[in-house]
């Protein structure tokens, strides 16, 4: 690569990294950049390493890139211990469940929603967030509240987003082992998504826990699945992809206004349907600590499909708590998402 074209890359580069902070809903082309920061992190290591194999001084300029992206590089790789907590730790679920795979094209005699429904009873966290949660009371496989909340004794907080024709519910769902003070609503702009929120007393504490679902990119898999499906439905995908950057955008600015208006510590669980790059998780990290940057290992992919590589699902949390453990289960893959667990405790003064 010539000096000019080095050069060039490393500005680029510069720019990109710049492109989280800027809001989609101001100008789009940021979240179009903020793509590319993992593609230029992994070409400026190459870069590194060829360039002093070469002994050649531009090895500088994927050095100072890769200094100056060191938080791109953490919100990528996660490298920690678990830590001992000094005091009983409470743990969080956060599953997008895509409405326990009750659609036809998804059931196999209703096999995977029932051992999904059956694994998170028996699933042991105190504090279990849901995404496209599906309950009908009426059958005796998908009367999903009944069951979760009878194993554990948990008390919960459903809240749907829309009720069928035969009385199903779609939506969110919030399921504790702790008593709930207050729970809520969060209207989200521009989309029919919405968040939920519960105060829960633990101990001698209160907790916010919010649980998210932000706007959907709506792409299909197949689109991207070869050159040629991608040269077919390029331009209904950027379409997508832009509607869904500004969106989301919108949507992050409304919660986080709403979080700092908390009289208690945070916890934001939920399926972010964005890359641990852009302006809606570096928005959130601005005000509170990332679970998988604290105490996760590896990559934390936490989508379960052909983009495989995608980590969409995350828990936020308060400075005011500690994260001790985060773990993607991976070997749970009824849904088109991993769960995601992690322990906390209070930061004791």
């Known amino acids: 690569m010539g000096k000019n074209l080095t050069i060039f890359l490393f500005i680029f580069t510069l720019i990109a990294y710049l492109s989280p902070y800027v809001s989609?809903?101001?100008?789009?082309?940021?979240?179009?950049?903020?793509?590319?920061?993992?593609?230029?992190?992994?070409?400026?290591?190459?870069?590194?390493?060829?360039?002093?194999?070469?002994?050649?001084?531009r090895y500088l300029y994927s050095l100072i890139a890769l200094v100056l992206g060191y938080q791109y590089l953490m919100a990528s790789f996660s490298v920690s211990n678990p830590s001992d907590p000094t005091e009983t730790p409470f743990s969080i679920l956060s599953y997008n469940v895509r409405v326990f795979n009750t659609y036809a094209y998804l059931?196999?005699?209703?096999?995977?929603?029932?051992?999904?429904?059956?694994?998170?009873?028996?699933?042991?966290?105190?504090?279990?967030?849901?995404?496209?949660?599906?309950?009908?009371?009426?059958?005796?496989?998908?009367?999903?509240?009944?069951?979760?909340?009878?194993?554990?004794?948990?008390?919960?907080?459903?809240?749907?987003?829309?009720?069928?024709?035969?009385?199903?519910?779609?939506?969110?769902?919030?399921?504790?082992?702790?008593?709930?003070?207050?729970?809520?609503?969060?209207?989200?702009?521009?989309?029919?998504?919405?968040?939920?929120?519960?105060?829960?007393?633990?101990?001698?504490?209160?907790?916010?826990?919010?649980?998210?679902?932000?706007?959907?990119?709506?792409?299909?898999?197949?689109?991207?699945?070869?050159?040629?499906s991608v040269r077919n439905n390029y331009s209904s995908v950027f379409q997508k992809l832009k509607n869904g950057f500004v969106s989301r955008a919108g949507q992050i600015d409304h919660l986080v206004e709403h979080l700092q208006a908390s009289p208690h510590p945070v916890i934001v669980c939920g399926d972010f349907n964005d890359l641990p790059y852009s302006y809606t998780y570096f928005t959130l990290r601005q005000w509170l600590h990332n679970a998988f940057e604290r105490a996760g290992n590896g990559l934390g992919f936490s989508y379960n499909g052909r983009l495989f590589f995608l980590r969409i699902d995350n828990q936020f949390y308060s400075k005011s708590l500690n994260a001790h453990s985060f773990k993607t289960i991976r070997e749970v893959n009824y849904s088109d998402h991993f769960p995601v667990v992690t322990q906390y405790t209070f930061t004791k003064n």
């Open 24 to 57: 989609p809903a101001q100008a789009w082309l940021a979240g179009f950049l903020s793509m590319v920061i993992p593609g230029l992190l992994l070409l400026h290591a190459f870069l590194l390493a060829y360039y002093i194999v070469q002994r050649r001084k």
């Open 107 to 228: 059931q196999n005699e209703n096999e995977p929603g029932k051992a999904m429904i059956d694994w998170l009873a028996d699933e042991n966290t105190d504090i279990k967030c849901l995404q496209e949660y599906y309950n009908d009371k009426r059958s005796s496989i998908f009367n999903t509240t009944t069951q979760l909340k009878s194993a554990g004794d948990y008390s919960g907080y459903v809240k749907p987003i829309l009720v069928n024709r035969i009385g199903a519910e779609f939506g969110l769902a919030t399921f504790s082992r702790y008593p709930i003070l207050q729970q809520g609503t969060i209207a989200l702009p521009d989309s029919t998504h919405f968040g939920i929120y519960t105060d829960l007393k633990i101990k001698e504490d209160t907790v916010r826990v919010y649980n998210i679902h932000l706007q959907s990119m709506s792409i299909d898999e197949r689109d991207l699945s070869d050159l040629e």
